[in-house]
Structures are given as C-alpha cells and as structure tokens.
T-cell receptor, first 112, second 116 residues
Framework: QQQVKQSPQSLIVQKGGISIINCAYE??????FPWYQQFPGKGPALLIA?????SEKKEGRFTISFNKSAKQFSLHIMDSQPGDSATYFC???????????FGAGTRLTVKP | NAGVMQNPRHLVRRRGQEARLRCSPM?????VYWYRQLPEEGLKFMVY????????ESGMPKERFSAEFPKEGPSILRIQQVVRGDSAAYFC??????????????FGPGTRLTVT
C-alpha cells in the first residue's frame, strides 16, 4: 500500500536552475514530512522537514512547500549545483506510531 | 562522530545460509528501524524496535526474517536460509526516545547483502 507518491522519478536540471520534486500523501493523520538525500552507496541523510502547522520552510537553498488541503508537499532546490545530484526521498509519518512511509525517490542530475 | 553504525557494510552469502546484520544506534537513541532498499527503488519499512521490544514488524516477511534489539548491544536483523531475492541494501535508522525529536530518523550507511 503506497501511502506517499513521489514524482518525477528522475529529473535533469541545468546548473543554477530550480529543481522541484513533488509528493502526495493519503493518510490525513501524517504530521511529519521529511526529505532525505541519498548519494550512491550511502545511507539517506535528513535534509529538511516540515510539520503541518506551517506552509513553508526554508533552509539555505532548500525549501519545502506544504499544502495541507491538497495533501501535497514539495521540495524546491534553488540555484541547483552538480553536487546536489543525488536521489531524494520524501517521507511522511504519524507521530504516535513512529512508522515512516517513503516515496519511491527522485533521481536528480544537475548538469554543469 | 557518533552516528548510526552498521556492519558489515557488504555481506555475501550463498543461498540457504544465514545473514546477520548489525546496527548500533546513535548515542542516546533507543528507537531502531530497519528498512530494505532494492536497486532503483525506495525504502521499504520492515520493523521498528525499542530496547527489548518489537513495536511494529508489519513490514517484515513472516518467514525467515527476525529482528531483535537487546538491552545490551546492537540491534540484529537476521535472515535465515537466504534466497537471491533477499539481495538488497538494508538500512538501519535510529531516533531519540522522547518529544518531537522522536520523529527524526537518522540512517546508517547500510549493509549491502548479495546472495549468490
């Protein structure tokens, strides 16, 4: 049962451009929405996270936009750099059961 | 660096053998999660444990797979009688025990299991 749908599956962006990755969820009980970045051969690393009481959170070049009514959230990477090339996973969890559901991932390639 | 540690990093087993994967959570973390990742796919939840207790094993196959998190020592994911379909990367994550910080899961580098 896929509870978090992520798109696109892959994304190619020119250096300096904006990378946008979208996720949609089904379970309205989800109350924590993190994004993870994974480089080949490495474990996922927590990048940025948001809770549903805010509509946007920004950390450096990374911004999460959250639309509670649409049950969607997205990651925006501003001024994308080749070093951002990685696989990005969105996730969602319900605080009371600590069970985190992951999207299928987006492979981002930033061309120099 | 007291991050999540996993060993071994790479494990090769023949069909029918047993695989034991170990995970030491971050210092101060008492929640451990195991995930499986197949090539080109996302992370699939397997099991969630606290010290000496399995909280949720809904993602773990009923046969051949087991997990434990003893009072002392690392968490162990055990796969008996491995088959080729078990070949994957297995990631462990840990989180703090209380408060809002309990949401945040920190991942280890993974164990890549290859079954020949």
């Amino acid at each position: 049962q896929q509870q978090v749908k992520q798109s696109p599956q892959s994304l190619i962006v020119q250096k300096g451009g904006i990378s946008i990755i979208n996720c949609a969820y089904e379970n309205t009980a989800f109350d924590y929405f993190p994004w993870y970045q994974q480089f080949p051969g490495k474990g996922p690393a927590l990048l940025i996270a948001i809770r549903p009481d805010v509509s946007e959170k920004k950390e450096g070049r990374f911004t999460i936009s959250f639309n509670k009514s649409a049950k969607q959230f997205s990651l925006h990477i501003m001024d994308s750099q080749p070093g951002d090339s990685a696989t990005y996973f969105c996730a969602a969890s319900v605080s009371w059961d600590n069970d985190m559901r992951f999207g299928a991932g987006t492979r981002l390639t930033v061309k120099p | 660096n007291a991050g999540v540690m996993q060993n071994p990093r790479h494990l090769v087993r023949r069909r029918g053998q047993e695989a034991r994967l170990r995970c030491s959570p971050m210092k101060g973390h008492s929640h451990v999660y195991w995930y499986r990742q197949l090539p080109e796919e996302g992370l699939k939840f397997m099991v969630y444990l606290q010290k000496e207790n399995i909280i949720d094993e809904s993602g773990m196959p009923k046969e051949r797979f087991s997990a434990e998190f003893p009072k002392e020592g690392p968490s162990i994911l055990r796969i008996q009688q491995v088959v080729r379909g078990d070949s994957a990367a297995y990631f462990c994550a840990s989180s703090p025990s209380v408060g809002l910080a309990g949401y945040e899961q920190y991942f280890g580098p993974g164990t890549r299991l290859t079954v020949t």
